[in-house]
């Protein structure tokens, strides 16, 4: 076989990044589009040594897995590798590759696996869940202005009106952006020249408060008449916030340093609600009425599916088992969203976060929330941690925790902070992580010393791409 060669698949299986996975004359391939259980015409697109790539050209036979996408750009556009596959069976490999993960990286038993894991939990609507977008501007070939998204691994702007990850408002609220740059002839920013004014436009909205938040990223430090471009969207109901954040670097980051309001409050607020699941009918929550609220700005982190985080972060909270007489430590807190979330059943809670903007929005979280059973620190979680420990061997009085929550980024934890939470030997140890891969390294480290796995649940935070975050109960076993 050759490049460009065609041939005829029938897909059998998904790999890890949504792609078809079929084999042909003894060989591998494959085959992004496809989706198993599909028979498709494929061309030949890289050769290496016993598999390949190819390309979808066709679809013969269509599977019974295959869906109409929902948004017509699916295809060219990165964002969603999945939208082709029915929902119940993207959770199904979800799933899948946690488990896979697990036994594979962690040397789980497929016995053990079968005890522990829990059902991944989907989203009973698994569209317009994201509570953040970020829109590049460019050109169409007609010279038009658009916003949309880049196509994968490019920087070219395909035009999307309309996410249907995103919020309904976003189009309108970039159709009265573009209405303005057409009236006062602001021209959208060009990579190449690095002339023009509008790059990207950010947009949130807090899912409970319904407030509305807008922020151009312009490469200068004004807009022409600001005032008309304030009248276009303050129109907009919720509109709450509206700034310009300022970037004239060469540079991918979408945001500068600088922002200034142009109208309206600085930050959005938004709540996260405790859920219970109905045992009755496995996949609901039901809010419990308890809650946490947040100040967004521009540049904060915050996670950007409203409705899962907060089914995630309750089975955090149900993992922890706190009956309000525990310290807790949670280590890479973030703004402190699972921190707070966690201090109103608990004695006291400890965060770690290594961006100080992160820790002085968790304190400022925590005051709005009147909560003073919650103390920030900055630094790395390996650093700080064994710091505690090291001052707790010299002087009496502070406390080693009950329960320890970490909730690392994708390359999980630095081994230093496991082996400090294995040396304060806390009775449970809850992990929230977003990469199922290393989760299994850093959870076989924590078996060979001392804990069992006790419960597993994956989390479709991030539906129609190959993404799954998961929830972990370990406790002490000896
Ligand atoms: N729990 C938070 C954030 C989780 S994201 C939430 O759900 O909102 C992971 C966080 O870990 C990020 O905020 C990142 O800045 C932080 N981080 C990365 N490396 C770290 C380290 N070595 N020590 C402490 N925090 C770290």
């Known amino acids: 076989m050759k490049k460009n060669d065609t041939f005829v698949v029938t897909i059998e299986d998904m790999g890890v990044n949504g792609e078809g996975i079929g084999k042909y004359e003894g060989m591998t391939f494959f085959i992004k589009d496809a989706v198993v259980g599909d028979e498709i ?30 948004c017509a750009v699916a295809r060219q556009c990165g964002g969603c590798q999945m939208q082709t596959l029915r929902y119940d069976v993207q959770l199904q490999l979800k799933e899948r590759k946690v488990r896979d993960n697990l036994r594979r990286i962690g040397g789980f038993s497929e016995e053990l696996l079968q005890r522990v894991m829990e059902p991944v939990v989907g989203m009973e609507e698994p569209f317009r869940y994201r509570n953040k977008a970020q829109f590049p501007v460019g050109y169409d070939k007609n010279g038009e202005i658009v916003f949309g998204f880049y196509a994968a691994r490019s920087h070219r702007v395909i035009p999307v009106d309309d996410c249907l990850l995103g919020v309904e408002e976003n189009g309108l609220i970039l159709s009265q952006i573009k209405e303005y740059m057409q009236q006062c002839g602001v021209k959208p920013y060009d990579e190449v020249t690095g002339k023009g004014l509008l790059r990207h436009v950010l947009i949130r909205k807090g899912f409970h408060s319904g407030q509305l938040m807008v922020c151009l990223v312009v490469n200068g ?22 700034s310009i954040n300022i970037n004239t670097a060469n540079t991918n980051r979408i945001l500068g340093d600088e922002v200034r309001l142009l109208w309206g409050e600085p930050c959005i ?25 947040f100040e967004i700005s521009p540049k904060s982190f915050y996670q950007v599916n409203p409705v899962q985080t907060e089914k995630l972060y309750s089975l955090a909270l149900e993992y922890a088992g706190l009956t309000g007489e525990e310290i ?116 076989k480290y924590l078996v060979e ?30």
């Open 41 to 70: 015409l494929a061309g030949v697109t890289k050769l290496k040594k016993g598999y390949g790539y190819a390309r979808m050209i066709e679809v013969l036979r269509p599977s019974d897995r295959r869906v109409e996408p929902a």
């Open 221 to 242: 430090k004004e807009l022409p008449q600001e005032d008309v471009l304030i009248e276009n969207l303050q129109s907009i109901e919720g509109m709450h916030s509206i």
């Open 269 to 293: 607020t938004d709540d996260i609600c405790r859920v219970q699941e109905e045992k009755t009918y496995s996949g609901q929550f039901i809010a419990t009425g308890e809650k946490v609220s």
């Open 328 to 443: 807790v430590w949670d280590l890479y807190c973030g703004i402190g969203t699972i921190s707070l979330f966690l201090a109103k059943a608990a004695k006291h809670v400890y965060g770690v976060e290594i961006v100080p903007e992160a820790i002085a929005d968790a304190r400022r979280n925590a005051l709005n929330n009147h909560m003073d059973n919650v103390t920030f620190y900055v630094g790395k979680a390996e650093e700080v941690v064994t710091a505690w420990v090291e001052s707790r061997e010299n002087s009496e009085g502070c406390t080693s925790p009950d329960v320890i929550v970490v909730d690392p980024p994708r390359k999980g934890c630095d081994e230093k902070c496991l082996q400090t939470m294995v040396q304060v030997a806390p009775k449970r140890i809850v992990y929230v992580s977003c990469d199922s891969a290393t989760l299994s390294r850093d959870l």
């Open 449 to 478: 010393h001392g804990y069992g796995l006790e419960r597993v649940r994956p989390v479709d935070q991030f539906c129609h791409s190959m993404h799954v975050e998961c929830v972990v109960l370990l406790t002490k076993t000896s």
